[in-house]
């Protein structure tokens, strides 16, 4: 587009502004928008689902004494950048919001701010002149559409274009069954219809999609600079709600909004901290949390990865209450929904793992709890635990998807066309990684959730054990010095499936309870680290292996079809950096040198991509492109997890006296989560 001034980071790089129902906005550094998910207002109608792009984009343009000066950029068909607004651009930050600095080329410098103040359907923009001469006037032309998330508005003539004024109000109704819109600002309203046809987002063509839009601008906001700062207030008006910002004046607003949210956001003590707050979102009157921005809402599985970093890590128990106690209450048949409908339809239940992986989550927030002397109220303890006996028993007999307790105490699971496990891509009809049998996670997941059941149950313990001996004997490959991906695959007993994967570190880290001995236990670690790591994730199928795909790009297909066949996910990470820590007893010496060979890249990567945040995935080869969302849930929680939890404060600072001999058990206490039965004696062979 344009030369990147030295402090403009990568003019493609995106930036976020979630509203905490499900809404946001986002959009490039350079102020091209590239996907069709960049918008500047886009609103939940039932948080945090039923997304719909309400404003998609501003032009806006200065008049001096000197001239015309354009401060924004869109690109047309075919592939036309205008205005020229983005190569005024002299410096960008994304703290504590997005805010943009624009030199004209007769010297003045403009300054832009956008934030979205949390817990409202609102998005504030502003823009200043410091010392503007007389006559210095800013106009701004709203872009808007009034379509769901994941479509592309064209032109059409239902679409309403009619403003209603009311002082200081403006309020649009493009459709009549679409929310509202409102600009609430200090400039002056001209009525100024048109369509601007043509929009092309890049980043939907490279991902196959389709990318031409078209958008209604009914007309411009014109303000004074030389008076004071330009403010506009645009908010959603959701069926059944007030009119927002009705009666009050631009200025009282934005001063109100903009003290407000500044201090939410300077009590955030790190910049993972930060990054964790923009996934929590209402669902209902609870809690839940959004996967991952641009397109996804709340999944089950992410959901309970994501909270241990993002909720226990991050000190938000009371989130991770509400989000434990709301998704309980959708359980059926002992299965959690693998991700709720956008549309109001019903729950998707054909994830093994969600629930298991609720179990953990429900084990760790109880003893997170305890220990900061908040032990949860009894009323939600007994509502947690049955929640997890429920979800162990129902496994046990058997639920959907063929999901059951085989005799040899292991979770088999599995039918042709329903991918059940976290690798659940397709492309067409034709599941990727189909995985049915026994995938060796999962069992990481169930003896583990067994483990916790033990503590409060007498039934569990012989499971346990005979699962325990049989996951080491039937899972261990020796000629790899690393685990099978799948025993009993397609349900044919005594055949395995050896493709190097990274789903056995689960075996060893991520999880309360270790499954290996020792020995075993460093051969796996070192095994994934030589053949899996890169600095921003670990590779879902060794590059060796048939089928490895290098990049993950093109169309579709193409992406579907490399997603787990070696695209680099950094959640796995943290898994892995704890099992690395762990065969390493632990000790400071271990979590120092973790924190920078491992954590460290990690961090680097917040300033490129999704500003701030981490990535879904990056490319398995080098130089590891960011690819997939650029805002991910569980990449944060499991990097702000690792931050705080697994490596510690005191591996920041530098040695000063080492810890020999200090030892780390494979294991983490039940004392404050289910009360243990003293004849249970807890993962005793797993310890270092």
């Not at 200043?128 to 003539?157: D, I, K, Q």
Request: net charge neutral.
């Amino acid at each position: 587009m344009t030369k990147r001034p030295p402090s403009v980071p990568d003019l493609e790089a995106e930036w976020l502004e979630p509203d905490g129902l499900g809404g946001f906005a986002s959009g490039t550094v350079g102020g091209v928008r590239t996907r069709r998910y960049h918008a500047v207002l886009l609103a939940a109608r039932h948080p945090p689902a039923e997304r719909m792009a309400l404003v998609g984009g501003l032009d806006a343009w200065v008049e001096t004494p000197r001239g015309r000066f354009d401060i924004t950029s869109q690109r047309y068909r075919p592939g036309v950048i205008a205005p020229d607004g983005g190569r005024r651009l002299e410096a960008f930050s994304s703290r504590p919001w997005p805010r943009w600095s624009f030199v004209l080329d007769d010297g003045t410098r403009v300054e832009q701010e956008l934030f979205v103040p949390k817990g409202s359907a609102m998005t504030v923009v502003t823009w200043r002149a410091a010392g503007a001469p007389a006559g210095t006037r800013l106009t701004v032309r709203p872009f808007l559409s009034g379509r769901g998330y994941h479509a592309l508005h064209h032109e059409n003539g239902d679409f309403r274009f009619e403003a209603e004024v009311n002082g200081e109000r403006v309020v649009w109704r493009p459709y009549a069954d679409v929310p509202g819109i409102v600009a609430l600002s200090n400039g002056a309203y001209r009525h100024e219809p048109h369509w601007y046809r043509g929009f092309v987002y890049e980043e939907e063509r490279r991902r196959g999609l389709d990318f031409e839009e078209d958008l209604a601008a009914p007309g411009t906001l014109t303000f004074d600079l030389a008076q004071g700062d330009a403010q506009i207030v645009l908010a959603a008006h959701l069926a059944g709600e007030p009119l927002p910002l009705d009666g009050q004046r631009a200025a009282a607003v934005v001063a109100e909004m903009r003290a407000a949210e500044g201090h939410r956001r300077s009590t955030f003590v790190s910049a993972l901290h930060r990054a964790a707050d923009a996934y929590v979102v209402r669902r209902g009157a609870g809690q839940t949390i959004v996967a991952g921005y641009p397109w996804f809402t709340d999944w089950g599985r992410d959901t309970f990865v994501a909270m241990r970093g993002i909720c226990l890590a991050g000190g938000r128990l009371d989130d991770a209450r509400a989000i434990l106690l709301e998704w309980a209450r959708a359980a059926s048949e002992g299965m959690l929904p693998n991700r709720f409908a956008d549309h109001g339809d019903a729950p998707e239940f054909n994830a093994v793992d969600a629930s298991l992986w609720y179990v953990i989550a429900v084990h760790e927030y109880l003893g997170a709890a305890a220990a900061v002397g908040r032990p949860a109220p009894s009323a939600d303890r007994r509502r947690l635990q049955c929640a997890v006996e429920s979800i162990l028993d129902t496994c046990a007999a058997g639920t959907r998807h063929g999901i059951r307790l085989d005799r040899d105490g292991l979770l088999a699971a599995g039918e042709p066309g329903v991918p059940l496990t976290w690798m659940d891509a397709r492309v067409g009809d034709r599941v990727v990684t189909p995985r049915i049998g026994k995938p060796v996670e999962v069992q990481a997941l169930w003896l583990n959730a067994v483990t916790i059941g033990s503590t409060f149950s007498e039934r569990w313990p012989k499971i346990l054990a005979d699962g325990r001996r049989s996951f080491r004997e039937r899972f261990w490959n020796p000629a790899a010095g690393a685990l099978h991906d799948v025993v009993d695959p397609d349900h044919r007993a005594g055949t395995v499936d050896a493709s190097f994967r990274p789903n056995q570190i689960l075996a060893v880290g991520g999880l309360p309870f270790g499954l290996l001995e020792p020995a075993m236990a460093r051969r796996v670690v070192d095994a994934v680290e030589a053949r899996l790591w890169t600095p921003l994730g670990l590779r879902t199928l060794a590059a060796d292996e048939p089928g490895y795909a290098p990049r993950c790009q093109g169309g579709v297909q193409e992406r579907d079809g490399a997603y787990h066949q070696g695209a680099a996910w950094p959640w796995l990470l943290g898994p892995f950096v704890e099992a690395w820590v762990r065969v390493r007893g632990a000790t400071l010496e271990a979590r120092r040198e973790a924190r920078t060979r491992f954590l460290d890249p990690l961090m680097r990567h917040l300033e490129e991509g999704g500003l701030g945040h981490v990535s879904e995935i990056v490319d398995g080869d080098a130089p590891h492109t960011p690819r997939g969302c650029p805002f991910q849930a569980w990449s944060v929680g499991e990097a702000l997890r690792l931050d705080r939890l697994v490596l510690g404060d005191d591996s920041r600072r530098p040695l000063s006296v080492s810890a020999p001999g200090a030892k780390a058990a494979f294991t983490t206490s039940v004392k404050g989560a289910f009360r243990a039965r003293p004849d249970i004696g807890l993962d005793r062979e797993s310890k270092l």
